[in-house]
């Protein structure tokens, strides 16, 4: 969480691991400082989840669109790539 908020590397060949129980919005899937969708965009409304940051091997094996009944990869392709799980 550190690397994202200031915009740094993460450590390497650390692996997390996080929660949201209560879930969340995000302005963009694919760009984590985005302040808004884009204009011709939605909110991206997620529902509860764990999540598993820094393990980038595995994010090949997920989809990259945001699915709320199935693993799926939020801000792929960037260092803060990271699979969201739906918990129920
Ligand atoms: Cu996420």
């Given at each position: 969480m550190h690397a994202i908020m200031s915009k740094s590397a993460p450590p390497e060949g650390k692996v997390a691991f996080a929660y949201m129980l209560k879930g969340g919005d995000a302005a963009s899937n694919a760009d984590p400082y985005a302040p808004r969708p884009p204009a011709d965009g939605k909110w991206v409304h997620d529902g509860p989840r764990v999540m598993v940051m820094n393990?980038?091997?595995?994010?090949?094996?997920?989809?990259h669109e945001p699915d709320r009944t199935q693993p799926y990869v939020m801000?792929?392709?960037?260092?803060y790539a990271h699979l969201m799980i739906p918990v129920k």
């Open positions: 393990a980038p091997t595995i994010m090949a094996l997920y989809p801000f792929p392709d960037t260092p």
